[in-house]
T-cell receptor, first 114, second 116 residues
Framework: AQKITQTQPGMFVQEKEAVTLDCTYDTSDQSYGLFWYKQPSSGEMIFLIYQGSYDEQNATEGRYSLNFQKARKSANLVISASQLGDSAMYFCAMRALNFNKFYFGSGTKLNVKP | DAGVTQSPTHLIKTRGQQVTLRCSPISGHKSVSWYQQVLGQGPQFIFQYYEKEERGRGNFPDRFSARQFPNYSSELNVNALLLGDSALYLC???????????????FGDGTRLSIL
């Protein structure tokens, strides 16, 4: 069975600083994809970044980067130069490529302080 | 281009009633998935449909059902509503079935269902 664990219910970061949101996963599949989504208070889920299990380089998308450590089964999201608009819930998700299911973690609420 | 659209945005029902939620995927997307998000938790997978066929099912009772139409839009039906069904119901679409792995799901704004 697949499982996503996000151990930080809430995080605070000062504006313009970097922050790391933790995500560990458990799967017996060899091929899988890892995703991060942002959910502002308005409710919509916004796709941020993707990492494939066979990708050799860590994914980057603008201020977002994914610190992928396959042996440790971790896929931490790094947000550089935090902005006030980054305050939101952040969800880590996984899809095993042979199963049509997305598994989400419980989320981390990020608060960016001015 | 329009994103994923869901209707209605809010809905209030009483226990025992039935509800139908609707979703229109992004143009060109053939896969639709449904999720239930209870307040304070991450989304829980309910169904995935691709080319009008059910391709995945989460751990939800048979009171939950869905279908996908030839235009790839989808409906989620919930019968015999319980208080615990109160949640945000999210619809997500993606280009293909997803077996290539790197296709993100694009979410709608959700339908907030309240059961009294």
């Amino acid at each position: 069975a697949q499982k996503i664990t996000q151990t930080q219910p809430g995080m605070f970061v000062q504006e313009k600083e970097a922050v790391t949101l933790d995500c560990t996963y458990d799967t017996s599949d060899q091929s899988y994809g890892l995703f991060w989504y942002k959910q502002p208070s308005s409710g919509e889920m916004i796709f941020l970044i993707y990492q494939g299990s066979y990708d050799e380089q860590n994914a980057t998308e603008g201020r977002y980067s994914l610190n992928f450590q396959k042996a440790r089964k971790s896929a931490n999201l790094v947000i550089s130069a935090s902005q006030l608009g980054d305050s939101a819930m952040y969800f880590c998700a996984m899809r095993a490529l042979n199963f049509n299911k997305f598994y989400f973690g419980s989320g981390t609420k990020l608060n960016v302080k001015p | 281009d329009a994103g994923v659209t869901q209707s209605p945005t809010h809905l209030i029902k009483t226990r025992g009633q039935q509800v139908t939620l609707r979703c229109s995927p992004i143009s060109g997307h053939k896969s639709v998935s449904w999720y239930q998000q209870v307040l304070g938790q991450g989304p829980q997978f309910i169904f995935q449909y691709y080319e009008k066929e059910e391709r995945g099912r989460g751990n939800f009772p048979d009171r939950f059902s869905a279908r996908q139409f030839p235009n790839y839009s989808s409906e989620l039906n919930v019968n015999a509503l319980l208080l615990g069904d109160s949640a945000l119901y999210l619809c997500a679409s993606s280009l293909g079935e997803g077996r290539s792995g790197n296709q993100p799901q694009h979410f709608g704004d959700g339908t907030r269902l309240s059961i009294l």
